[in-house]
């Protein structure tokens, strides 16, 4: 069981918005801003989408963008396109002895 | 071209051990924290372990503290991770990947990724 939690999936048609929401509690998420998203796409290594809660790296999208409420975190996908189809993993720093913890993952499909 | 490549996976026996190696280029290695992430067949992602720029501070996920050995050699640019007395449930690709800001300790958060190498523990 991953330490923080992410719905399996989600679905949306191209155009529209999604919502991906990333539950942990006040010993990451909600007690820092150092929460992440990486999408990956089968096969491929993870890619940095957003980082420090909100930051978008440079060549992402703003298409792209993310938000904390508490102890949930979220990753917001607006306009989408086929190639947004994959997997979405958040992450947080954790202040227990493990360091890192990222959420279960979350199959995203583009209708 | 920034980039990480990493080598020395394969198929061991339980208990036994093997070392990954995760050749860096296009960045300046030393200014930056390293950390390996796994992922096991079919399932989500597992930070394993980081090491500051220097290579002074060292961190480790609790399923592998204790059996496994993280360090680097700037002077390559290379990062390694030793693992031993190696379990079923390690089986995993293994990634490397670089800190996304420059600084003497981890801000947790990774810019750059390998694209893995495949360490199988079966008898």
Redesign the interface.
């Known amino acids: 069981q991953s330490a923080l939690t992410q719905p399996a999936s989600v679905s949306g048609s191209p155009g529209q918005s999604i919502t991906i929401s990333c539950t942990g509690t006040s010993s990451d998420v909600g007690g820092y801003n150092y929460v992440s998203w990486y999408q990956q796409h089968p096969g491929k290594a993870p890619k940095l989408m957003i980082y420090e809660v909100s930051n978008r790296p440079s060549g992402v999208s703003n298409r792209f963008s993310g938000s904390k409420s508490g102890n949930t975190a979220s990753l917001t996908i607006s306009g989408l396109q086929a190639e947004d189809e994959a997997d979405y993993y958040c992450s947080s720093y954790t202040s227990s002895s493990t360091y890192v913890v990222f959420g279960g993952g979350t199959k995203l499909t583009v209708l | 071209e920034v980039q990480l490549l990493e080598s020395g996976g394969g198929l061991v026996q339980p208990g036994g051990s093997l070392r990954l190696s995760c050749a860096a280029s296009g960045f300046t290695f030393s200014s930056y924290a390293m ?1 390996w ?1 796994r992922q096991a067949p079919g399932k ?4 394993v372990s ?1 090491i500051s720029g220097s290579g002074g501070s060292t ?5 592998v503290k204790g059996r496994f050995t993280i360090s680097r050699d700037n002077s390559k640019n290379t990062l390694y991770l030793q693992m031993n007395s190696l379990r079923a449930e390690d089986t995993a690709v293994y ?1 490397c990947a670089k800190d ?1 800001t420059s600084g003497s300790y ?6 750059l ?4 190498t495949l360490v199988t523990v079966s008898s």
């Open positions: 950390s992430v989500g992602l597992e930070w980081a961190y480790y996920a609790d399923s990634y996304g981890p801000y947790w958060y990774f810019d990724w390998g694209r893995g």
